[in-house]
């Protein structure tokens, strides 16, 4: 486990499981990115801000899924977090998806490193593009560590997950058949599909990034060239 000073000094770790041993590495060079540069995604960004303000001051907070089509800022908005309120004491750990079979081992890891650092620093276990096949290593384990595990949860470490699908799991045509209207009218879903959905719903903030119109996609091209110092001709200006 990293000391005192690795974690005053490192913003970012990477859990590294292998051969029954978990390990945090610290990432020497974290990719910044400020959150004011996301364009068109003001109200998913201020409820992701408002939940971790609320993690690092100690008060209940929400696990995280973001999901949405690719390039619309999911993974930007995490490493923004960072950059903000790394001063405030949060650290990120990444998880790669072979590796949340380890999650649980990766939550008692941290639950030791927040009590013995007097809760001066708090997580984001940050798993970035997720998505799992029919039968897949770590779902269990992911499902259980967000709710309905025996284990306690360390209280000063939130779970954001980044997905191109709002549900995580694949939906076949066949569990959607399974499901079924009762005598009263009301749908009932197939068992295989009711599982899948739990694991979704076990994320108390659920934020959707969208595709942009072309309005949106020029303004944020706009945005980038001012930010680089290019200056827009009458032509650009005129779109």
Known sequence: LP??????AQTA???RAGRGLGRLEPIESVSAFDL???IGVAPAIDALDRNTRQLIAGLPFNDVLLF????TGKSSAVRGLLARHAGAGLRLVEVDRHDLADL????AALHRITREAKDRHTFLVFCDDLSFGTSELGFRELKAALEGGVGARPPRVCVVVTSNRRHLLPETMAEN???R???NGELHLGEALEEKLALADRFGLVLGFYPCDQALYLEIVGHW????????DDEAREL
């Open 3 to 8: 000391d005192p000073d690795a974690l005053a």
């Open 13 to 15: 770790f990477r859990w």
């Open 36 to 38: 004011d540069d996301l």
């Open 68 to 71: 949405g089509a690719r390039g």
């Open 104 to 107: 649980p081992e990766l939550l």
């Open 177 to 179: 058949r399974e499901a």
């Open 181 to 183: 209207l009762d005598a």
């Open 225 to 232: 060239l001012a930010k680089a110092g290019v200056p827009l």
